[in-house]
């Protein structure tokens, strides 16, 4: 592609259709980003919203003698801490593995 538009800057040939083409392979480009990062959020916070409503509903089957045990506020705080840290974890990971997929620039340099 950078080779078509060399040789038509440097020839009688027109920019239009080099110039063209490569505008819709970085529009094409920047649209499976966007996609696959919104896939992958929307991926991640589905798995959140289980996780939370199995814990939640675990919790809520506990017996008043294990609620005492624990404490009720020791219970809240570890489900919330958890869920946290396993939201941190899938947006590092969602992050990390967007970074991974995209192109290197220029091509070579990695």
Same mark, same amino acid.
């Given at each position: 592609?950078? !080779?078509?538009?060399? %040789?038509?800057?440097? &020839?009688? !040939?027109? =920019?239009? $259709?080099?110039?063209? =083409?490569?505008?819709?392979?970085?529009?094409? &480009?920047?649209?499976?980003?966007?996609?696959? &990062?919104? /896939? /992958?959020? %929307?991926? &991640?916070?589905?798995?959140?919203?289980?996780? !939370? #409503? %199995?814990?939640?509903?675990?919790?809520? !089957?506990?017996?008043l003698r294990e609620v005492r045990t624990q404490g009720p506020g020791n219970l809240v705080a570890r489900v919330t801490s958890d869920a946290m840290m396993l939201r941190s974890v899938i947006d590092?990971?969602?992050?990390?593995?967007?970074? %991974? #997929?995209?192109?290197? $620039?220029?091509?070579? #340099?990695?």
């Amino acid at each position: 592609m950078v !080779r078509d538009l060399v %040789r038509a800057i440097s &020839g009688t !040939r027109g =920019l239009l $259709w080099p110039v063209t =083409l490569m505008a819709a392979v970085a529009i094409a &480009g920047a649209l499976s980003a966007t996609m696959s &990062g919104y /896939l /992958l959020s %929307r991926i &991640g916070e589905q798995m959140i919203l289980r996780l !939370r #409503s %199995r814990v939640m509903d675990h919790t809520m !089957r506990l017996s008043l003698r294990e609620v005492r045990t624990q404490g009720p506020g020791n219970l809240v705080a570890r489900v919330t801490s958890d869920a946290m840290m396993l939201r941190s974890v899938i947006d590092v990971g969602a992050s990390s593995f967007r970074c %991974r #997929s995209s192109p290197s $620039w220029p091509p070579g #340099s990695s």
